[in-house]
């Protein structure tokens, strides 16, 4: 078909995940690319397919807008690639999605979901998009901005505590979900009757989190690069203060909150290498006593190995021990035996100077 008969469609972007618009004159057009967006999945089980029973249902699962992805079952008349637009089974009606994993992968990502497969219940994949499917679907997602600031207005007229994030319409222009935020109880039965009479859809309110929200919206982080949770990040894991208080990070909520207000999702990347590198330190309480003094812990360089400590009678002077000198000094202790100074086991000496005004100067001095 001519360019001139794509059709507006084509011209648009449809934000579904992917790098550029459907073709609405070819429903079967492959629009799925890697590295499209952060649910891309790669299928390492691509042309490899174990024996299966003829009966034996068979799965796929479908990319939605944004985060929503589900799993379908379909009959062996349909034979389904990755990339391609399908109907598949609603609520009431159908809606459209992009297949995004096929194959022998897919029960393994259930799997990995911990999706019962004895106990759910699947919808079903109908058939390929036909091109009439398509236009509806490209012209649906072209209501949503409109009908999201539209709301926006219907909610502030009403005088709702909520924010709405994101209008998500279903394929067949039936029905559309409304994401919000809202840190109370909100009833917004007013606002769905309102929504339903203005815009003749069946209207579901769905509340996301704080997390889910930065997601949508997306944004820079103060490392300067994209959100992780807008651009890769597909499941959120709980972040919990005693990650950072683990890494040794300064216990400041403002360095520690991302733009979501929640605690950094990136503090747990370098988690279980610090753990892992901490179960060689000994215990930071126990005082190491020597005849000079006994010395206290101050600080730790994890990765480098070594521990910093001071007299109690000279709190500013730190000294770097290595971890396998400081287990040598706390067995000797147990023995009853005190070194003569703790400098002999430095590594590294930090000397602060106090002055006048209450400036202080720091000196790192290296022993041999």
Not at 25 to 53: A, V
């Amino acid at each position: 078909m001519n360019e001139e008969n794509t059709g507006k469609g084509a011209e648009m972007f449809v934000p579904r995940g992917c790098c550029r618009a459907p073709r609405v004159y070819n429903p079967k057009d492959r629009i799925f690319q890697h590295k499209c967006c952060k649910l891309d999945e790669t299928n390492w089980l691509k042309g490899y397919e174990s024996p299966k029973p003829a009966d034996a249902p068979r799965f796929v699962e479908v990319r939605f807008k944004n985060g929503r992805k589900d799993f379908f079952t379909y009959t062996n008349e349909i034979e389904l690639n990755e990339g391609e637009i399908i109907a598949v089974e609603a609520a009431s009606g159908h809606d459209i999605g992009i297949v995004t994993l096929t194959g022998d992968i897919v029960d393994l990502q259930m799997r990995r979901k911990k999706v019962n497969l004895k106990h759910s219940e699947f919808k079903k994949v109908y058939r390929h998009a036909r091109l009439s499917d398509v236009e509806k679907w490209v012209s649906a997602i072209e209501l949503e901005n409109n009908t999201l600031f539209r709301t926006r207005d219907i909610a502030f007229e009403l005088k709702l505590d909520m924010k709405l994030n994101d209008v998500e319409y279903q394929g067949d222009k039936t029905k559309a979900i409304f994401y919000y935020t809202a840190e109370d109880r909100v009833d917004f039965r007013e606002l769905i009757k309102r929504l339903a009479e203005e815009f003749r859809i069946r209207v579901e309110m769905k509340q996301i989190g704080m997390r889910q929200e930065a997601a949508k919206l997306g944004g820079i982080g103060s490392c300067g690069r994209e959100l992780c949770c807008a651009s890769w990040m597909a499941d959120f894991q709980s972040v919990t203060t005693g990650v950072a208080r683990v890494q040794q990070l300064s216990p400041n909520p403002q360095k520690l909150a991302g733009q979501c207000g929640k605690l950094k999702c990136c503090l747990n990347y370098e988690y279980a290498a610090y753990v892992d590198a901490l179960k060689d330190f000994p215990d930071e309480r126990i005082v190491l006593k020597t005849k000079t003094g006994d010395a206290v812990y101050q600080k730790s360089d994890t990765f480098r190995g070594l521990m910093w400590y001071s007299y109690t009678h000279e709190r500013m002077n730190l000294m770097a021990i290595p971890i396998d000198k400081v287990k040598e000094i706390i067995e000797s202790n147990k023995k009853g035996k005190f070194p003569e100074k703790l400098e002999d086991f430095a590594f590294l000496k930090e000397q602060h100077t106090d002055y006048v005004g209450n400036n202080q100067e720091g000196e790192l001095t290296r022993f041999d």
